[in-house]
């Protein structure tokens, strides 16, 4: 694998620093140490867990340099808890590991349960979640290669003072990307292309103070997109809601917010369909922005349970067991703040006409009048698949001038092709997001229908049914028989005259 390849024609487009591109390459490389005994797609659960110990540890170390430094070197000082964002206790620092000279895989798995024990409240399972990862076995990693891994990680610093919480952070999301490059298991559901995201969260516009969820989170990207957009403001600390269902994937998501500087942010684990875990006196907890790139077309999701769900997600229907798109906009409407609350959402493009069930739970999501925008993308912009995806965004306040309408924005063909698959760059969805704010008709781009258009094609939103298209110049037919035979005699002369050369070459004989 050439590291320098990897992110040439990286499918992540926004501006990457060279420090960012640098430490991407430094934690890829670490890969390579354990390429062998270990499967690339078990990467992820030795390289990240080891990344986030030695992030804990350089920002430690940093901590405690300012306290000494503030209390004229009092050490017993600079160990306080105040002083710093995480406990670590005796013999779990990175610098106790590194001094390990045998049983080094011992030392690690001590070390990171010794953190998780110290912070119960902040850490708990961010380690322990990677229970894949058999650092002790030494017939798989020996001494000698983790030594190798360890030095390798030492050789950089890590700590806020060495590497932004984005540059850190965004050169983390690279190395997530490529582990989802390498086990194409779920690399769909593993990562959203960051200009999708942002875009996301362009059409919410979060303010600081109001709360953001993400029933699907995945490795966190949404949330902090949205406290980016907030400018990490200190309103947004406790005020940022995640739930993800699968154990590992809802640590990495903990290291990611992390790891970018947020704050007092609540991420859990648990199947949000059958089991949200945000509630508020038995009812679904309710927040002003709700964000998700949900599963495509989730199989045995739990439509019996759905269909006398206690907490009413069901209100338009139960979509069949066989897809639980529906059941996840219904999910996203239900917890919406009924004044404030805004909804963005990628849904395949099925949702816009697939009939029986779906289209009953459509039309009433018409009626609704909280649709104020459908965008449908291009195919192949989401990461390892070709499924064509759409976003909807849904509005409990919307405008005075949009009630009763929706903006349906044709973005299949604003994109940038790439080698390996198409990309939305920062230019084109701050196209889109300009013909959402505009809103108003673009001839084969935009369209803004009433309710009542809707009503009049069977509640279909098929973007297309409804686009203008630019009028075609009519040829009249005489014109198009002059063309084809003047295009027929060209080409019968040029035959005559290549004949007459391969003659005269004596290439061909009569």
């Known amino acids: ?27 890829f490389e670490a890969c390579n140490i354990l390429r062998g005994p270990i499967n690339q797609d078990e990467y992820k659960i030795y390289v990240i867990p080891i990344l986030f110990f030695k992030r804990i540890s350089d920002v430690y170390d940093e901590e405690t340099q300012l306290a000494l430094e503030a209390s004229g070197g009092d050490e017993e000082f600079a160990g306080f808890a105040e002083n710093h964002r995480f406990v670590i206790p005796e013999g779990c620092h990175w610098q106790d590991v590194r001094e390990t000279s ?4 011992v030392a690690i798995v001590s070390a990171m349960n010794g953190i998780e024990r110290a912070n119960p409240d902040t850490l708990s399972g961010v380690f322990s979640n990677f229970d894949d990862a058999n650092w002790t076995d030494k017939t798989t990693l020996s001494d000698e290669r983790l030594k190798n891994l360890i030095e390798h990680m030492s050789k950089l610093k890590i700590g806020n003072n060495n590497y932004s919480a984005d540059v850190m952070g965004d050169s983390y999301e690279f190395l997530i990307k490529k582990f989802a490059d390498l ?33 699907a989170c995945g490795t966190g990207g949404m949330l902090i997109e949205a406290i980016r957009y907030m400018h990490n403001d200190k309103l947004t600390y406790g005020r940022i809601y995640g739930q993800e269902n699968n154990l590992t994937t809802s640590a ?10 947020a704050m007092d942010f609540k991420v859990t684990k648990g199947d949000t369909l059958r089991s949200p875990n945000y509630l508020e006196r038995g009812s679904l907890q309710t927040f002003d922005c709700v964000v998700a790139n949900p599963p495509f077309s989730l199989k045995n999701w739990g439509a019996e349970q759905f269909n006398s769900d206690i907490y009413g997600r069901n209100m338009w229907g139960s979509p069949t067991d066989s897809n639980g798109d529906f059941a996840w906009l219904q999910h996203m409407v239900k917890s919406m703040n009924p004044k404030t609350g805004r909804c963005a959402v990628v849904l395949p493009q099925g949702v816009l006409f697939r009939t029986g069930k779906e289209g009953e739970i459509r039309r009433q999501l018409v009626e609704s009048d909280k649709l104020e925008a459908i965008i449908t993308l291009a195919s192949g912009v989401f990461y390892s698949t070709g499924v064509s995806a759409c976003i909807l965004f849904l509005n409990n306040n919307k ?8 903006c349906m924005i044709n ?9 390996a698959q198409n990309i939305m760059t920062e230019t084109d969805i701050q196209t889109v997001f300009d013909y959402y704010t505009a809103y108003e008709d673009v001839t084969e781009k935009v369209k803004i229908v009433t ?41 019968v002369e040029a035959e005559t005259r290549m004949r007459e050369l391969l003659l005269k070459g004596g290439y061909i004989s009569e």
């Open 411 to 419: 973005a299949s063909g604003i994109y940038t092709p790439q080698r």
């Open 252 to 261: 990495i998501a903990r290291m990611n917010l992390f790891l970018h500087g």
């Open 399 to 406: 405008a005075a001038s949009h009630r009763g309408r929706i």
């Open 183 to 215: 086990s194409k298991k779920n690399a769909g559901e593993f990562y959203t292309p960051r200009s999708i995201v942002k875009l996301l969260i362009m059409l919410l516009a979060p303010k600081a103070g109001e709360t953001v969820y993400d029933p």
């Open 451 to 491: 309710i009542a258009d809707i009503r009049e094609k069977d509640y279909s939103l098929a973007i297309n049914n409804y686009i203008e298209k630019k009028e075609e110049e009519t040829i009249p037919p005489e014109e198009i028989r002059r063309q084809y035979f003047e295009a027929y005699y060209e080409m």
């Open 1 to 27: 694998m050439d590291v320098t390849d990897l992110e040439l024609n990286v499918s992540t487009v926004h501006p990457e620093e060279t420090t960012s591109q640098e430490l991407f390459a430094h934690l």
């Open 102 to 105: 045998e049983n080094i895989g």
